[in-house]
């Protein structure tokens, strides 16, 4: 059970947090990332020794008549368990500071498609939009024309709905929540109604980043995923034994006191937390990371560094047993401000927990490496 949880949470990494910490793009490059946007960004790294942790971000928009835009957006993340690749077509009907938005995500598997409309407010200062759509439109009128005796039509769909801010005042806010509302799945064996299956889904993501005064500000990160899966009756199992109950949960949350002595240099503190959650009927798993972080940036003109040291406690309980280890490390991050637009640099871990081992090869030193790269337009 060990080795398969190992190879199902990724917890042969125990840098994770650290890599998930330092990953976040800084508040100059995201503050002008929020949709509607033309741009493209990236964030790739070392996961272990097998995956690589990878996100991307695309998005632009064009002016298509005098009260109509089209808009389009990408999302990729491979991160152990969480595989996401999204594309998002939207069209926004507008009259003043307001439109109406209609919007499409398609699938490679028709039955996944998701469409739906929403509303939104733009002003100078202020983006808001709400929308609700349907998840999975396509998959009843699909299971309608194949015969498959694995999978059962919606008898409640999956309703989508979500919320984005962007708010501009003394810092940024920006605020994605996104939830599926409960969706149901009557299972019939023989003729009999043996059990129902239900499942839903949760996403919430914050940056707010508050300038208290010239110098100082605080930068305050937030990202919750919850996704579940029960049946009423477990003789489900039987029938379709890919289904079983699980609940899983992921939270990451970071909090930096920051002091800028100018425009491009600070130093930034702080702690932050990550943990998961996974519970089955033959399973119940938690992880819990608590993190310290310094980091000191000085830009040379383009060129800049940034000098950091991060140190974790990390707590694993599965099924009644714990585990605990703790990590620490430094971060040496070179990179370019081409211009306000243009942003590229390279996140190196540095070992410290076994500085004596370098004398077995400089490659002992060498603890993740991280890329970001960020362009809008």
Not at 210 to 216: A, G, Q, Y
Not at 299 to 321: K, W
Request: aromatic share 16%; with cysteine; glycine share 6%.
């Amino acid at each position: 059970m060990i080795i398969l949880l190992i190879l199902f949470t990724g917890d042969s990494n125990t840098l994770y947090a650290m890599d998930m910490t330092a990953g976040v793009f800084p508040v100059e490059w995201d503050s002008s990332f929020m949709l509607p946007y033309n741009g493209f960004r990236t964030l790739q790294g070392c996961l272990d020794l097998e995956n690589w942790y990878q996100e991307y971000q695309a998005g632009f928009n064009a002016r298509i008549y005098r009260n109509m835009r089209f808009l389009y957006e990408y999302q990729k993340v491979d991160d152990y368990r969480l595989n996401i690749e999204t594309h998002r077509f939207s069209l926004r009907l507008i009259n003043g500071m307001h439109y109406l938005n209609i919007y499409v995500i398609p699938s490679f598997s028709k039955k996944d498609d998701e469409a739906g409309i929403g509303y939104g407010i733009e002003l100078d200062n202020l983006w808001i939009e709400a929308d609700m759509g349907v998840y999975q439109f396509d998959n009843n009128y699909y299971l309608s024309k194949v015969e498959l005796t694995t999978e059962t039509p919606f008898v409640r769909y999956p309703i989508t709905a979500s919320v984005k801010l962007f708010l501009k005042q003394r810092g940024y806010t920006k605020l994605d929540i996104m939830k599926i509302f409960t969706c149901k799945k009557v299972v019939v064996h023989n003729g009999v109604h043996i059990g129902s299956i239900y499942q839903g889904e949760s996403h919430i993501e914050l940056r707010n980043y508050f300038s208290i005064n010239k110098r100082l500000g605080t930068d305050i990160y937030l990202k919750f995923r919850e996704s579940n899966v029960w049946v009423s009756d477990n003789s489900v199992s039987l029938i379709l034994p890919d289904v079983e109950n699980y609940y899983e949960n992921s939270l990451l949350g970071l909090l930096f006191l920051r002091y800028n002595w100018n425009s491009k240099n600070y130093i930034q503190i702080g702690p932050s937390i990550e943990m998961h959650r996974y519970f089955s009927d033959t399973l119940n798993y938690w992880r819990r990371y608590l993190l310290f972080n310094a980091f000191w940036k000085k830009c040379f003109g383009i060129p800049f560094v940034t000098l950091g040291l991060q140190f974790s406690s990390r707590t694993i309980g599965e099924n009644g047993a714990i585990s605990r280890n703790t990590e620490a490390r430094g971060v040496v991050e070179p990179g370019f401000d081409f211009n306000k637009k243009t942003h590229f640099s390279i996140i190196e871990g540095i070992e410290l927990d076994d500085i004596s081992g370098i004398k077995n090869g400089i490659n002992r030193l060498h603890n993740h490496t991280y890329v970001q790269l960020s362009y809008t337009f």
